[in-house]
C-alpha cells in the first residue's frame, strides 16, 4: 500500500471508531459490566497503546511515550510484553478521563501521521505491514465496541438505547435452501495478497465428507419452537458442560430476550423491541446452538465446510456499512456473510504448518487456541471490507454478548 | 425550626453536597471500587431519593415522581419500602447521567422548597422532624462521599489526587495523657432538644469500673513500632476472626500505607504523600485497633467509657470546616472529637428500651445491630455540627476505608 | 482434687467419649458435612492431643509423641503452639484409621494414668487444674460429637438414625410464666471453688433494668404459628444480616425441619420424625430467634439477666444423663437449665477485666470475642454437670447445627 | 461371547475390581479429596448400578432394586434417568457402608448370573452387548479407582502407601526414535468385530501430513531441563488458559513432584520416591505437555496420527498385569502402549458420521465433547485387554491426576 493511501485508510479507521462512540455519554465510557466486555474508554486507548507500542516504539527509537502509567493501564493480554491492569479491573478507572483519553488518541494519530510521511523507503514494507495489522486490529475493537455498549446498556435498569430508530427491512425471511458439497479434498487458509490473520495461514488440504450446508441461518421464529418444545429442558439435547451451565444460570432464552406478558421481545442496540420473527436468532452460546441443531436432527458446518461455502459466495451482506447494527431477515439468494457470525462444530486450533507472528505480536492469536469454537462470516457490527472466508472467529462456548447465530448443516448419507 | 431557617439550613447543606463533588471530572462519579463504596452520582442521587421518598411522597399526596425508576436505583436498603438495584452492581450504570442526576437534585430541590412554604401549620412539626433526618442523613453521605471518593482514586494505579495541596500544621503531637474515670452509675444516651438518630435513645444508666481514657489517638509513629515489633505476624495479639483475614488479605499495615525503598507514604485525597509520624493513624480496622491494645498492654474504651468523657469535652475539632479532610497531631488540649472516628470494643446493639423510627424509617438504624461495633467522636470528613457525644457510628471490624483511629484505654486495678 | 478421684473421673470421661461413638460403623468417622463440623474421629484424637501437647509434653519432659505428624493433624486452632491441616480439610484424611486413632487414646490414657500416679506434691496442683480443664474440654466435644454426627446424618439421602429409638415424654408442654426481676446492682461470673472457663471470670456487678424473663423455651407449635405468619418473608422483623442470609440461604424454616405434603417432620438422632408441637423449637439461627422475638413483641434476654436468673434456679434438667439427646416439652416448673442453649441478645465479649488464661492456652476462649454471639443454660446434648449458671457458650448469629433454643424477655414499663 | 465365556469375563472382572481395593482400610473408601475423584466405595457401588440399572432393569422386568435410593446415590451422571446425588457431595456419605456397598454388589453379581443362565436365545445378543458394555465400564472404573486412591493419599500429611513395595526396572530409557509417516489419506476409527466405545465409530477416512512421531514419551529428567530453563515462568510458551491458571494454582511442576531440599520426589502409590529421571515424565496437564513441546521446538501429535501410528504397533506394554501401577522406562522398541496415556493437540468431538448409543447410554460418550482434549494409548492404570488403537481417552486440558504424558511429534517440511 503506498502512503497516501494507508493514510486515508489509517485516517478511516479512526475516525470510524470515534464516530462509533458519538451517541455515548461521558458517563457510558466507564462501563464493564461483565469481565468478558471492557469499558469503551479502554477501547479507544488500547488500540492507540498497539499502535503506539509496536509500531510507534518499534519505527521510532526515540518516540516519547504519551504517558508513563498508559502502558501498564491499556496493554490487553501482551504478558511477554509487560505487567497490565487486570482485566476484571478495566471497569474501575476513572482517569485517565475520556478527555484525556482522546488526547492520547489525538497524539497517536499525529505521531503516526509523522512516521508514515517520514520512515524511509526501507522501513517502508515492514511499517506498512504492522499499520495494516493495526488497522484490522482497530476494526476488531470497533465490533467490540459495539458488543460491548450493548451489554452495557441491558444491564442497565434504564434499557437505555445506543441509537433511536431501528429500521428493519420488513418482509419474512426466505426459505431455507440447502447447499450440496461433494466430498472429496478441498483446500482452506488464505492465500493471496491481501491481509490475513497469522491464524488463517498456511493454505492446505482438507477432506471434507459428502454434506450440505443450509444458505441461512436459523430465524427467532424457529428458535421459539425449539423452546416451546422444551428445549431448554431435555438434558438429551445437549453437552454436558452447556446442560450444567443452563442450570446455573438460569437459562430459558437467548441473551437479549423477554418475555413480557405472553410476548418476547428482545434487546437491541435501539431497546428493547418486539422479536421479530422472520429475523435470524441472535446471541446464542455454541451449547444453544449445537442444541438446536440436535432438536432438529442436524448439526452445525465444520469449520472447513464452512469455509469451502464462502469462497464461492460473493463479499456482500450485512456490515457496519449498513448502518442497522442489527441483523436482517434473509433474502432470497441467501445469507452467507454479515449478519451473524455463524458458530462452527470446530474447536479453535492451528492450521497444520501454523506459525504465529515473530516476537511479542506472537501472543496476538495463537495462544487462545484451546477450548474455544470457530465462528465464520462476520456480522452486523464487522467493519465491511475486515472478514473474507478464511477469517476465523472464535470464542468458549459458552459466550453469548457477541453477534452470534446459528447455520444447520447434515451429512448426505 | 422555623421556615426560614429550615429553607437556610436545606440550601445549605445541599449547596455543601455538590461543592464536595467539584473538584471530580464526570467519569469520576461512576466508580465503585468495593462492595462497600458507592459512586459519587449514586450517593448524589439517593439522598435526593430519600427527601422524595420519605417527605414529598408523604407530605404531597400528587408528588409526580421525577423518573418510574429511580425509585428502584436509588433506593439504599430500605426492604419494606421496595425492591433495588444490588448493591455491588450500583457501579455499573451509566445511566441515568451526572446531568441528569443533578437535574434530579434540582427538582427536588424546588418541591422541598415549594412545600416548606406551602405545607399548613399542622404538618409543619412533622414535616420539620423529617426534614431534620433527611438532612442528617445528606451529611452522612457527604462524610461517605469523601471515604468513597479517596477510595476510588487509591485503586487507580495513576493515584490520583482529589485536590491538590494539603497544608498539615507542623510540629509534633502532644504527649498522652489520660483521663481517669471513677468507677459507679453515669447516664448515656441523647438528652435534649437538639437531634439525634433513633438509635441514640432513651438515655439510661450504666454502671462503669474505674478507668482511665488517653486523651489522645495513636498516632502513625507509634503504630509503627507495633509494626516493626512484628505485630503483624502475631497470632497471639489478634482476635481469630482477625488472624483469618489477615491471613486471607495478606496484611500488613494499615489500608492506605505503602513502603517505597525504605520509606513509608499514604495514600490521601491529595494524592501520596509522606508518612507523618506525629497524626493519628487512620484506616485501620477493629481487628487492628485490638491488636495494637493488646500488645501496648492495654485495651479499647467502651462505648460508654467514651461517651461519658465526650460529654465533658467541648465539642471542638477537626471536622470537615477545616477544609483539610485529613487528620492533624493532637494538641496541648487533647483530641476527643473530630480528626478520626475512634473504635471501641463495644457492640453495637440497642440501649435498654431502644424503639426505632415508626414504619418504614425503622430499617435506617436498628436492623445493622449484629456484628459490628461502635465508634464514637466524628472525624475530620465528617460535617461540622453533625456529630455529639452519643452519636454511634458502627462499622464491621474487618472494615477500614472509614477514618478509624485508635484511642486506648485501661482498667484501674 | 485428689489423685484417685482424679483417675476416676478421667476414666468416666474418658469412658464416655467413646461410648457416644459406639453406634458408628467406621465409615461414619471419617465424614465433615460441612466446614463447622469436624469428622467424630478428629474429635476422638484432638482431645487426646490437648492431653498430650498440654500436659504431657509440659509435665513429662521426656514424653515421647505418640506419631511426629499428630500434632500437625490433631491442632484445632492454636496457632501460637504451631501450624495445623486446615479446618476445611478435616474431612479429607482416611489415615490415621479409626483403628489407630483408638490405639492414640489408649496410649495417652496410659501415660496420663502414669502421670497422675508419679507426679510429685509439688506439681500436683497446677497438674490437677490442667486435668481438670482438659476434661471439660472433653466434655465439650462430646457435645460436638452429637451436634455434627446429627449433621452428617442429615446430609445423607439415606436419613440414617445414630439410634434406633426415641422415647419423648407424653403430653403438653406447660403454659409459659413469666419470670420478674427488679433493675438494680446484681454480680455475674463465676465464683468459688469450682471449675469454670477464664471468660466466665471476673465477677463482677452489672446493671440490670426491671424485666422479666420466661420461664420455658419456646416450642416448636409457637414457631410455627411464626411461620404461618410469614414470618420468613416480612424484612422488617429482621437483622440486615438475617434477611441477607435468609435470601441466600432460601431459609424457611429451622434447620432440620421439612414438610412432606403438608405434614412437618424433624430431623433427629433417631432419624425423621414427626414434629412434635410441645418441644422446645430448635436448631434456630440467632436471627431466627431475634427474629421470632420482634414478631411476637418481645426481645432476647440480655446475658446479664438470664445468669441471674439462672443462679436461683436448681440445677437440674435434661443433659446426656437423660439419654434422650433431645430436648422435651417444659414441665410445671419451667425450663432453665438443659433441654436447649438459649440466645441471648448479648455479644460474646470479655468481662471486665478479663484475662486470659497464660501461655499457648490463652487462645482458648479470649480470642473468639468478636462477632458471636452469647448462649447459655446447656443443652440435652451436654453433659450433665458440665454446665452452670456462669457458662458461657458462644457461636455465630447465622449457626444453627447446635441445639440452639429461643427464651424471651420483656422490659417492664 | 457364549454364556460360559462371558461368566467368565464377568467374573474375573468384576474379582479384580475387589482385588483392587484389598489394600485399603475401610476409612479409605469414603474419601473424595477433589470435585473430580470419587469415593473408592462410591466406585464400587456406581459400577454395580450400571449393571442393574441399564442390564437387570432393562431384562428383568420383575427386577426388586436392591435398595430404594441407590439409584439416586450412585447415577453419576445420567441426566435423562433421573437424579443423582451433586458429584462434590459424593465424600460426605458414610452410609451405605462398605459393607452394605459389598452386600450390593454381592446380590447384583447373583442377579447377572441368573439373568446370564436364564435368558432367553433372543433377548442373548442383546444382553452380551450390553453386558460387554458394563464389564469395559467397570475397567475404565477400576483405572479411576487406583488414580482416585492415588489423589486421596496424596493430600494426606501422613503420605500413606496404597502398596509396600515398588520394584521399577533399572536401567536407563532407549534413546528417543522418530517414527516417519509419509501423508495422504488414511483411516481411522474401530473396525471389526471387537468391542469398541461408540465415539471410536465410525472408520472413516483422515488426511495426514508428512510427519513424524517420538517413539518414546519424554522422560522426567528431559523435563526437568524445561523445569530448569524457567519453563514455568516464560509466557511465550504457553496457551493463554495455561498461563493463567499457572498462576492462580502456582504450578511449577508436575502434579505429584515436590522438592525436598535440592533433590526431586513424586509421590507415587507405594508412597513418596526419588524421582527416577528414565521414567516418562507422568500427571502432566495438556498446558504444560503443550509448553514442553514448544519449548523443544516440536508439537503435540495429532489424534489421527497417532491413531494411524498405533494401528501398527504390537499391543504390548505396561498395563495393570505388570502389577507395577507406575510407568517404567522405554525399552529398546519404543514405548506405544501402557505407561501413560499420552496428550493429543486433538480436542475430543465427533467423527464424521458419529451416532451415540440408542436412549439413555447416548449420555456415555457423546455429550462430552466440548472443551477436553485426547489422549491415547492407555496406561499402568489401565487394565490389560481394555485399550486398543482406536481408542479415545479424554481429559479437559487441565486436569492432571489420570495417568498423562507426553510424546512430541512434527511436521516435515
Known amino acids: 500500500m503506498g502512503r497516501e493511501q494507508l493514510l486515508r485508510e489509517f485516517q478511516r479507521v479512526r475516525a ?25 474508554k479502554w477501547h479507544l486507548a488500547h488500540v492507540s497503546w498497539f499502535f503506539e507500542t509496536f509500531i510507534l516504539e518499534h519505527f521510532k527509537p526515540d518516540h516519547a511515550p504519551f504517558h508513563a502509567s498508559f502502558d501498564y493501564l491499556f496493554n490487553s493480554y501482551y504478558y511477554t510484553h509487560g505487567k497490565m491492569q487486570p482485566r476484571p479491573e478495566r471497569g474501575l478507572l476513572s482517569r485517565p478521563t ?34 495494516v495489522l493495526g488497522l484490522n486490529h482497530e476494526q476488531q475493537h470497533q465490533e467490540l465496541l459495539l458488543m460491548d455498549i450493548k451489554h452495557n446498556f441491558f444491564i442497565n435498569p434504564l434499557r437505555p438505547a445506543y441509537r433511536d430508530t431501528l429500521v428493519i427491512p420488513a418482509g419474512a425471511t426466505s426459505p431455507m435452501h440447502w447447499f450440496e458439497c461433494e466430498g472429496g479434498l478441498y483446500s482452506i487458509g488464505h492465500q493471496g495478497e491481501g491481509f490475513s490473520f497469522d491464524n488463517e495461514t498456511p493454505r492446505h488440504s482438507v477432506l471434507l465428507y459428502d454434506h450440505r450446508l ?70 446464542i452460546s455454541y451449547f444453544e446452538a449445537d442444541a438446536y ?30 448502518d442497522l447494527f442489527h441483523p436482517v431477515p434473509a433474502k432470497k439468494d441467501g445469507q452467507w456473510f454479515g449478519d451473524l457470525w455463524a458458530w462452527t462444530c470446530s474447536p479453535y486450533i492451528a492450521y497444520p504448518g501454523f506459525k504465529p507472528l515473530a516476537g511479542r505480536m506472537g501472543e496476538y492469536n495463537g495462544k487462545f487456541m484451546s477450548s474455544q469454537m470457530v465462528l465464520k462470516g462476520g456480522s452486523c457490527v464487522t467493519p465491511k471490507g475486515h472478514t473474507r472466508a478464511s477469517y476465523r ?19 448426505v448419507a
Not at 471508531?17 to 458519538?22: A, D, I, M, P, R
Not at 441443531?293 to 456490515?319: D, H, S
Not at 472467529?393 to 451429512?411: H, I, K, Q, T, V
Request: glycine share 4%.
Open 293 to 322: 441443531a440436535r432438536w432438529v436432527g442436524k448439526r452445525l458446518p465444520k469449520e472447513e465446510e464452512l469455509e469451502v461455502a464462502l469462497e464461492e459466495q460473493k463479499m456482500i451482506g450485512n456490515f457496519t456499512n449498513t
Open 98 to 131: 475520556v478527555e484525556h483519553v482522546m488526547a492520547y488518541r489525538a497524539y497517536i494519530d499525529e505521531q503516526i501521521r509523522k512516521l508514515i510521511n517520514q520512515v524511509d523507503e526501507k522501513a517502508w514494507p515492514s511499517l506498512s505491514n504492522r499499520m
Open 393 to 411: 472467529n472464535f470464542f468458549y462456548p459458552n459466550e453469548r454478548w457477541m453477534f452470534s447465530g446459528l447455520r444447520l448443516a447434515e451429512d
Open 214 to 283: 443450509a444458505d441461512r441461518l436459523i430465524t427467532n421464529g424457529e428458535y421459539l419452537e425449539f423452546i416451546t418444545d422444551g428445549g431448554y429442558t431435555n438434558p438429551a439435547l445437549w453437552l454436558a458442560d452447556g446442560w450444567a451451565l443452563l442450570q446455573t444460570q438460569q437459562w430459558r432464552h437467548p441473551l437479549y430476550w423477554e418475555q413480557q406478558d405472553s410476548e418476547w421481545r428482545q434487546f437491541t442496540l435501539s431497546g428493547l423491541q418486539p422479536l421479530n420473527h422472520a429475523e435470524p436468532v441472535c446471541h
Open 16 to 40: 470510524f471508531t470515534e464516530k462509533l462512540c458519538q451517541p455515548l455519554a461521558v458517563d457510558d465510557y466507564q462501563i464493564q459490566s461483565i469481565v468478558q466486555t471492557s469499558p469503551p
